[in-house]
């Protein structure tokens, strides 16, 4: 099993219909982080949570939210989505002490919103 | 405003031989450097990293270089092999307050490895 599983990896929705993309880890890390990549860019920081009952607010966290849930599961909600949103989500871990912040990413979820 | 580029969308090298990829950036508070290898469907996996303290870090065949004072740093691979083939994606740490770091990600190189 992977380490960090993303839940669905594939996602076909229409605009203004709400959205969970779900991510589970089995690392014991701490942090836990969603990112964005779109075509031609890189990956961009939308939220990341330190604990259970620390979440913040990353360069693009406008039209999402996230909730931890437990230690081990991050989800990122779409209220309203929108076809700009559409993208290559990854859902990211490390440890609290991880030296050079040693990021362990998931497969990816990607999302078409119509 | 970009801090890390990486200005080669795409390189092509021959197997055995070495790939350079490059990057720069321009936040002097960046204090680690990391280069993530991305394969399609895949998500990226850590590759290699530099303390900004050092200008070189090896790891078999994987070496990194770090000029400060050109803000630069540059992946190298010797020998190439085609299982090299992915997207490289160059990453930089900075502080980002209350004991946090993130990671800015530059926008990747794709690296084709001839047989």
């Known amino acids: 099993d992977a380490d960090v599983t993303q839940t669905p990896r594939n996602r076909i929705t229409k605009t203004g219909k709400r959205i969970m993309l779900e991510c589970s880890q089995t690392?014991?890390?701490?942090?836990m982080y969603w990112y964005r990549q779109d075509p031609g860019l890189g990956l961009r920081l939308i939220y990341y949570?330190?604990?259970?009952?620390?979440?913040n607010k990353g360069e693009i966290s406008d039209g999402y939210s996230v909730s931890r849930q437990a230690q081990a599961k991050f989800s990122l909600s779409l209220e309203s989505a929108i076809p700009n949103q559409t993208a290559l989500y990854f859902c990211?871990?490390?440890?609290?002490?991880?030296?050079?912040?040693?990021?362990?990413f998931g497969a990816g979820s990607r999302l078409t919103v119509l | 405003d970009q801090q890390v580029k990486q200005n080669s969308p795409s390189l092509s090298v021959q197997e055995g031989r070495i790939s350079i990829l490059n990057c720069d950036y321009t936040n002097s508070m960046f204090d680690y450097f990391l280069w993530y290898k991305k394969y399609p469907a895949e998500g990226p996996t850590f590759l290699i990293s530099i303390s900004s303290i050092k200008d070189k870090n090896e790891d078999g065949r994987f070496t990194v270089f770090l000029n400060k004072s050109a803000k630069h740093l540059s992946l190298h691979i010797v020998p190439s092999q085609p299982g090299d083939s992915a997207v490289y994606f160059c990453a930089a740490r900075a502080h980002s307050g209350a004991g946090s770091y993130q990671l800015t990600f530059g926008k990747g190189t794709k690296l084709s490895v001839i047989p």
């Open positions: 949570s330190f604990d259970v009952k620390d979440i």
């Open positions: 990211a871990t490390s440890a609290r002490r991880s030296g050079a912040n040693v990021l362990t």
């Open positions: 690392k014991g890390h701490d942090r």
